[in-house]
Each structure stands twice: as structure tokens, then as C-alpha cells.
């Protein structure tokens, strides 16, 4: 009996929630990691672990070169996404709590979104802005009932604005290179690009990781491996299949799984608010993905859809069809 193969959908899907569980965890690893390494030299060795674990996939894969054509994107977005965006989150972690780190860095689906409309042409359906809404509500209400937990300053703030951007930047770059080149040459070479960029902070990742805990540079470690050259592969994989403004607004349930996470493994115990708040940012992200049933049109003297049930579930799935572009995958879910 021949398999029948899996839709694509639901390997975008699973891609994207991989991503999302990943990305997650990574603040976590870097309150843990922050407190042996710089922002500078934490950002280096987690684009150093990643661009080795990328290039033994590669190799393996045997998948060359990216085409010409894709390198303007996986530049741009290896400088800011990969470089620019970890230095100054991590340094911007170090200066703000987790509350006002996630808040301020969650203007970034926003940003994605105005970004892509303009300049990529990505439709803005109300569910999708309804459901950003709705999450960044759920954002704002967990950073809000996290603030308390630690200290915030001005410069932190900042630079939790300057991550947003260049992750907002990052994003719609990469997405042109995607339908070029492969997701694993996208990720592998825009990492290496942004380990370039963060060079000069060798010297002080040589310096701290004599000094450091194990447990420290485990962290390191885990954040290139995992959160870095895994998740940003199944990012880049299910954004070749879907929109930067749905992939950006999917990311929405990152608040909520830190809410968890920072409850299993740190022991803090979130508050009725704080579970307020991530049930906002996943219900909005559910409000995101999902698309409105079309309405059936019949013509004068057509038989009611209710007659024959062929009749009626055609003309429907012919309008959902021509309501997205050929490429968006609308059942991605992140």
C-alpha cells in the first residue's frame, strides 16, 4: 500500500512550532549565561556553536552555494538578525527585567508586518490584525505583571527597541532569499555572516570562557545549537510557505511558553495576571492563524447550497483559494 505523503502544511506547521518552543527557551539560557558572559562575547559563541552545528548539516546535505540572486537578503538579514539583534538583546536583558524585555521586543511582529505590507506586498486581513492586537495585549499584560522583578533603565529600553527593529529588518530581508535558496543555505550562511559581524568580541569571549561556569557555557553551547542553527532553520523553512506578517504575528506565543518555562526550570512562579497575559498572547496568535469561512454566492436560479453537497463545498473551496496568494500557507502555525 503506497504511504500517502505528508501535506505541507503540517510540516510548515510543525516547523513553526518547533521554532516557536525554541525561541523560547532561549531567554531563559540567556538570564543563565548573562551572568558570566558580555552581551558581545555571549553573541559570539552562540553564532560560533551554531555555525558549527550548521556546517556539518550542510555538508552532509552536500547543498552548495546559495545562488547569487539570494545573497543581498542573507546578508542583510545576517547583520542584523544574527549579529546586531543578539548583541543588543542580551545587552538589553542585562539592563531591563524579563517583563519590559519581552514587551519592548514584541513591537517587532508589528514592525514585521508594516514592513512586509510595504515591502513585500503581504495582504493584512483584520483576523491578522485583530489577532496582533490581541497578542500584543497578552504581551503587555505579561511584561506588566513581570516588572516588578527586577530593575529597567532607559538605555535597557533602547536597545530592546533597536533588537525589535533589527529583528523586524532581519526578517523581511530573509524572506525574498528564501524563494532563491534553500531554508538550511539561508540560515547557515546568514549565521556565519552575523559571527563575522560580532568578531571583535573574541578577545572577550576567550577571556570569559576561562572564567566562566560550565554550567555557563553549557548555555552558551545550547543556545547555538538549538535556539540558533534548529530554530532558525524551521523558522526559515515555514517562511518560505507562509507571509512575514503571519510568521511575525505566530511569534506572539513565545511570551507565553517563557511564562511557563521560567516556572519549570527557575522556579518562578507565575501570577494570575502573568497566566492572564499568556493566554491573551496564544488566543490572539489562534486568532492570527486561522481565516474566515467564505460565503457561497449562487445565481439566480442556481439550486440552494444546501441541495447537493458537491455543489455547495465547490464554489467554497474555490474561495478560499483565490483569497491567498498561491503561496501562503495558511495553516502554519507558530
Known amino acids: 500500500m503506497k504511504k500517502t505523503p505528508r501535506p505541507?502544511?503540517?510540516?510548515?506547521?510543525?516547523?513553526?512550532?518547533?521554532?516557536?518552543?525554541?525561541?523560547?527557551?532561549?531567554?531563559?539560557?540567556?538570564?543563565?549565561?548573562?551572568?558570566?558572559?558580555?552581551?558581545?562575547?555571549?553573541?559570539?559563541?552562540?553564532?560560533?556553536?551554531?555555525?558549527?552545528?550548521?556546517?556539518?548539516?550542510?555538508?552532509?546535505?552536500?547543498?552548495?552555494?546559495?545562488?547569487?540572486?539570494?545573497?543581498?537578503?542573507?546578508?542583510?538579514?545576517?547583520?542584523?538578525?544574527?549579529?546586531f539583534y543578539m548583541v543588543v538583546l542580551n545587552w538589553g536583558e542585562q539592563q531591563v527585567d524579563a517583563g519590559t524585555a519581552a514587551l519592548v521586543?514584541?513591537?517587532?511582529?508589528?514592525?514585521?508586518?508594516?514592513?512586509?505590507?510595504?515591502?513585500?506586498?503581504?495582504?493584512?486581513?483584520?483576523r491578522l490584525l485583530a489577532g496582533m492586537a490581541v497578542s500584543f495585549a497578552g504581551a503587555v499584560t505579561v511584561?506588566?505583571?513581570?516588572?516588578?522583578?527586577?530593575?529597567?533603565?532607559?538605555?535597557?529600553?533602547?536597545?530592546?527597541?533597536?533588537?525589535?527593529?533589527?529583528?523586524?529588518?532581519?526578517?523581511?530581508?530573509?524572506?525574498?532569499?528564501?524563494?532563491?535558496?534553500?531554508?538550511?543555505?539561508?540560515?547557515?550562511?546568514?549565521?556565519?555572516?552575523?559571527?563575522?559581524?560580532?568578531?571583535?568580541?573574541?578577545?572577550?569571549?576567550?577571556?570569559?570562557?576561562?572564567?566562566?561556569?560550565?554550567?555557563?557555557?553549557?548555555?552558551m553551547v545550547y543556545l547555538g545549537v538549538f535556539p540558533t542553527a534548529l530554530a532558525f532553520t524551521t523558522w526559515a523553512y515555514a517562511l518560505a510557505r507562509t507571509t512575514a506578517s503571519k510568521m511575525g504575528a505566530t511569534t506572539y506565543a513565545v511570551p507565553a511558553l517563557v511564562v511557563l518555562m521560567s516556572w519549570l526550570a527557575l522556579g518562578e512562579v507565575p501570577g494570575l495576571l502573568t497566566l492572564a497575559g499568556g493566554a491573551l498572547c496564544l488566543a490572539g496568535v489562534a486568532v492570527s492563524r486561522s481565516r474566515a469561512r467564505a460565503a457561497v454566492v449562487t445565481e439566480p436560479g442556481a439550486p440552494e447550497p444546501g441541495a447537493t453537497a458537491v455543489a455547495s463545498a465547490e464554489p467554497e473551496a474555490t474561495a478560499v483559494v483565490s483569497a491567498e496568494p498561491p503561496s501562503e500557507d495558511a495553516s502554519v502555525k507558530k
Open 143 to 219: 511584561g506588566l505583571s513581570m516588572s516588578g522583578q527586577g530593575g529597567s533603565s532607559v538605555l535597557g529600553v533602547v536597545l530592546c527597541l533597536l533588537a525589535a527593529v533589527a529583528y523586524a529588518g532581519g526578517v523581511v530581508a530573509q524572506k525574498p532569499a528564501l524563494a532563491q535558496a534553500s531554508a538550511l543555505q539561508v540560515t547557515t550562511f546568514g549565521c556565519l555572516i552575523g559571527a563575522v559581524v560580532c568578531l571583535p568580541f573574541a578577545g572577550q569571549l576567550v577571556q570569559q570562557a576561562a572564567d566562566a561556569p560550565v554550567s555557563a557555557t553549557l548555555n
Open 105 to 126: 521586543v514584541n513591537i517587532g511582529p508589528i514592525l514585521i508586518a508594516l514592513l512586509g505590507s510595504r515591502l513585500l506586498g503581504d495582504a493584512m486581513p483584520p
Open 8 to 83: 505541507a502544511g503540517a510540516s510548515a506547521a510543525a516547523a513553526a512550532v518547533v521554532t516557536v518552543v525554541l525561541w523560547a527557551s532561549a531567554f531563559v539560557s540567556i538570564r543563565s549565561a548573562g551572568d558570566a558572559y558580555s552581551p558581545g562575547a555571549l553573541a559570539l559563541g552562540r553564532l560560533v556553536s551554531g555555525v558549527v552545528a550548521l556546517g556539518i548539516l550542510w555538508g552532509v546535505r552536500r547543498e552548495g552555494l546559495p545562488p547569487r540572486s539570494a545573497w543581498r537578503g542573507i546578508a542583510i538579514s545576517g547583520v542584523l538578525w544574527f549579529g
